[in-house]
């Protein structure tokens, strides 16, 4: 699973306008063929599978670094004083 993985990755950084436009359900010959030359060792069925599957664990650390900025930024401001004393 992890070379399936990484090759779909390393597809969706090459071209990613047409990975995309497969992941959307798009089966026009023209992306497929594009696909095709550009990564032939994707599998095309999977490629969308595994590039969502980045996309939802990219959105995940980025909203737990969202989170933890925030919260630090909470802390920051409610112990202001005590942390910067005027």
Do not use: W
């Not at 399936?4 to 306008?17: Q, Y």
């Not at 089966?27 to 069925?45: G, L, M, N, T, Y």
């Not at 930024?73 to 004393?85: A, G, N, Q, S």
């Amino acid at each position: 699973m992890a070379s399936k993985f990484i090759a779909a990755l390393k597809c969706f950084f090459k071209s990613p306008v047409y990975s995309a436009r497969l992941m959307l359900g798009s089966s026009e010959s023209r992306v497929v063929e594009s696909i095709k030359a550009r990564c032939p060792e994707v599998d095309i069925e999977s490629l969308g599978y595994y590039a969502g599957l980045f996309m939802a664990i990219l959105f995940v650390i980025l909203c737990v670094i969202m989170y933890l900025f925030f919260y630090a930024l909470k802390v920051i401001t409610m112990y202001r004083e005590m942390i910067f004393p005027p």
